[in-house]
């Protein structure tokens, strides 16, 4: 298929969504992704690019020259532009945007490109239709004609004073039944939620998803109209945080995916990992200490796992139960000793029951010889309360000192809990047994 | 507040953004909250309702006679109309139903009634602007008028044939920039995504990620246009399937919050919590088996819970990269075989990382004694290897069955590789002691 057949390339992909052929392209090596993008439109190539994986697009536009960067980039809305002009080296940059033959555009990536990527200044996209609040309809629809070309997406008119201060918003609906004389400052809708410049993007998602929203007007610290953000890109930062939490709960340092290289990965890895390995030695040294015992008794030495399982399963549930909760932030808004005592309730009535039948286990396995029952179930119940506490305590702890809260939830507390568990059982052990 | 004052709760919930007064009356007993939407206007209150947690809700409605739901009903968009009623005992279902005013949106909540709630039917509103292929302008206009007060957002307009048959869609700009007399047929887009009634919950949700929708029509098997799905319900979708996935992850097993009873929690957190105590037993019994080296050299124990833990902690990390990226169907298709050669490769070089280190801690701590060092660093090479398979590998084998992989990053895969670990550790104690 690519051999170079322009004409058959062309309509082949004629109609398919830009969003699938990038994915097929994302397989094929970036040459072969120039030619077929060359043979389309620049529109749809552009749209295409914006779809790209990260690492495709770095490769791919490694392979361009400047002026045909441009080129795309200007067929993109400002947000997914700067987006892909931050992948490039810093010197392509400043040529990229020297390229650019729509002075217009070209400052609106410079003004986005100020903005941290990770708060609201950095996920808006200036394309918006605004009003100014003195204008009436047939003026608004002429100015929805002159943006019509870049704002791809429309869903409310946003309304602003002289000053380009935010006032409000007309929705399209409103145009649309409108009469062509009505004023917009007898229409316009003053209610409206938006967001500041500077906001964090999870508090930006949090809000839009409260509130329903499809896209949030930005202002800045003036209270100026400076941009807005839609949902799709909020979609984005939603999945995204999600996955962030899933790896830090299974203890991977960088965002790293399956198809990452060896060393990437592994790097990724490793950290966590060595924690885990200082953990067991710090346990190890622990059961050093007891030496003694398990020469006399190594029967005890075959709970040992069993304890520090239990205790590891049940720190990661409550914490991710509170992580949760935390996530929700208007959801439960107790007191640190309320959520506590909670928790060791449920750990009391957990411990209890998981207790009894490993009493039983042992009781039948081992027999009664030398109280071995007694000392896995009493230590258990132990070992439950005690991880519960950590579990719940921990991610609270992080999350007022303003540190990701699903860390806790990952092998930090399953080390922690695993010392702490070889430590009460074989000090129960001790005092039960001597 | 709640002094039944009622000119004062109205002055000072006026502008208040429903979803706020919502999380408000969530912390306030029935009886309060009944009474404060009885002061506010009926559609406040219904989106006041509608954003009420689900358990706060079915409390709430318990309060009300079927009337008075019926009233908040009628106000709410069918989708919504049809989740709070599914919170209701099903008598009182049908007494609402038949209390419901407006017999269009009746026959609506019934129709969607059918629908499983997780898959596209279930997510689906009936409310939308449907235009036919053979209007102008100035009759999508007027129909826009006639729908304008169910159809709260309004996106695209649908276009259909005379047997509502999903042709294509007119954007609102389009709408707006036309002449009254243009004929829809010469502008609308063919070029429409749609969804199918039976479709599940996640793949709507992936298509619209994909594509960047805000809403996508919802088709029948015979191609009618039967619905609309916005975007702010696959919003819901995406946060609650991340949330479920954390939660096996976690081996919570129903899905529970913090501010669940206690009884509930400790319901959901028992099953894997016992499958982790069965395993234990399991690693106990294999313990057993070696209890003659053991007695030998109790200094074998100390590195069991080093070896379990590490083993632990790789197959979680293997098992998170691999559910992440079967979670991005699209991302990296490679067959079975290559992921397990990749895992397999990664796992060798982390493995070798922590053998040397541990190999190096033994040493320093214990001497070279009985060839200890050597012992715990090749059994660390052997489980990470194992502990990596089995990550890799369960949940590509789970997927395969239909079941959801990150049950595969949970308890699961953590008891097996416990005890996989032990008895790897342990027979190459056996084999290089002896």
Redesign the interface.
Known sequence: VERKDAAFIASSLE?V?P?DIS?LL??ADSEQAKYVLEVLNNEISADVIEEF?EDTRKEFLNELSSEEIAQYIEEMESDDAVDAINDLPVRTREEVIAAIKDEESAAHIQELMRYDEDCAGGLMAKEMVVANVNWNIQQT?EE??RQ?EN?E???SIYVVDDNEKLLGKV???K???ANAKTQIKDIYDE?I?SVETYLDEDEVADI?????L?AVPVINLQGKLVGRIT??D???V??EQ??E???L????SND????DS??A??KA??P???V??I???F???A??FF?GD??KN??L??????????G???G??S???????LA?K?????SFGR?VG?ML??AL??GV??AA??FG?VLW?KGGEEGLPSVVAISLICVVMLSSFMGTATPLILDKFGINPALA?G?FI??TN?ILG?IVYLAIANLLLL
Chains 1, 2 share one sequence.
Not at 208 to 212: C, E, G, H, S, T
Not at 249 to 252: C, E, F, L, P, V
């Open positions: 109609g969504d969003a994915l994302d397989e994986e629809i929805i004609r019509g704002v997406k429309l869903y929705s399209v609906k145009i649309i039944l209610d939620k839009m998803q409260k509130y329903d499809v949902i799709d909020i979609v984005d939603i999945t999600a996955e939490d899933m790896q709960m299974s203890g991977i790293v995916e399956e198809d060896i060393w990965i592994s890895r490793l966590w990992l060595l885990g390995l953990g067991g030695t346990g190890a040294w059961i050093g030496e398990l020469e190594a029967a030495a075959f709970f040992i796992p069993l304890v520090m399982a239990t590891g399963n049940v990661i549930q914490s991710t139960l509170v992580v949760q909760s929700n208007s959801a439960f808004e107790e959520r909670k309730l449920v009535l957990t029951v998981l039948i490993s286990i396995w939830s092998p399953t080390t695993d070889i």
